[in-house]
T-cell receptor, first 114, second 116 residues
Framework: GDSVTQMEGPVTLSEEACLTI???????????LFWYVQYPGEGLQLLLK?????DKGSNKGFEATYRKETTSFHLEKGSVQVSDSAVYFC?????????????FGGGTRLMVKP | GAVVSQHPSRVICKSGTSVKIECRSL??????MFWYRQFPKKSLMLMAT?????????EQGVEKDKFLINHASLTLSTLTVTSAHPEDSSFYIC????????????FGEGSWLTVV
């Protein structure tokens, strides 16, 4: 079945440091890929998405490129802020496999220190 | 590790009937649970935040009388879709958090609802 693997946290960075959170996936079809973010006490929010190979999703300074050859969708940001502290989830949606609409990675907690 | 179980994984119901979806935290007490729905080829949409022992907080545009959420215990939250219509057909997924910071979050397997 489909699966998503993302790096375990917590990831602790200083403000203005570069961020990379690795995400790799396995899927039987042609999935869409998502990054979601959850701030403390709040629900998930969509951060960015990519629906086909080589697409780049971007939002709020975060980027991720859909790499079919490496089955990866790593999240990157050039300069993190304290306000970026949250839990980040990589997710896959494989519409060709209706038995499993959405598959999440385990989540990676990011802590940014001033 | 901690597991969140959702039931049923698939349900088909007739228009006008109600259907209940359960979200259980199996080995931890969940102070907060979230309910989401996903339309085909769309991202997740947060429906409501469910806090044990209090009323759920619904997101704007979500009908609270149609999507009843009950979080009566620290291990169970239920979503009841009342008077279901075909447009309610969707994938519903819950998540649970066992600490008040919400930093540790687990997802259920999701429930496919088809209203015919």
């Amino acid at each position: 079945g489909d699966s998503v693997t993302q790096m375990e946290g917590p990831v602790t960075l200083s403000e203005e440091a570069c961020l990379t959170i690795n995400c790799t996936y396995t899927a039987t079809g042609y999935p869409s890929l998502f990054w979601y973010v959850q701030y403390p006490g709040e629900g998930l929010q969509l951060l960015l998405k990519a629906t086909k190979a080589d697409d780049k999703g971007s939002n709020k300074g975060f980027e991720a490129t859909y790499r079919k050859e490496t089955t990866s969708f790593h999240l990157e940001k050039g300069s993190v802020q304290v306000s970026d502290s949250a839990v980040y989830f990589c997710a896959l949606s494989d519409w060709g496999n209706a038995g499993n609409m959405l598959t999440f990675g385990g989540g990676t907690r990011l802590m940014v220190k001033p | 590790g901690a597991v969140v179980s959702q039931h049923p994984s698939r349900v088909i119901c007739k228009s006008g009937t109600s259907v209940k979806i359960e979200c259980r935290s199996l080995d931890f007490q969940a102070t907060t649970m979230f309910w989401y729905r996903q339309f085909p080829k769309k991202s997740l949409m947060l429906m409501a935040t469910s806090n044990e022992g209090s009323k759920a907080t619904y997101e704007q545009g979500v009908e609270k009388d149609k999507f009843l959420i009950n979080h009566a215990s620290l291990t169970l939250s239920t979503l009841t879709v009342t008077s279901a219509h075909p447009e309610d057909s969707s994938f519903y997924i819950c998540s649970a958090s066992f600490d008040t910071s919400g930093n540790t979050i687990y997802f259920g397997e999701g429930s496919w609802l088809t209203v015919v």
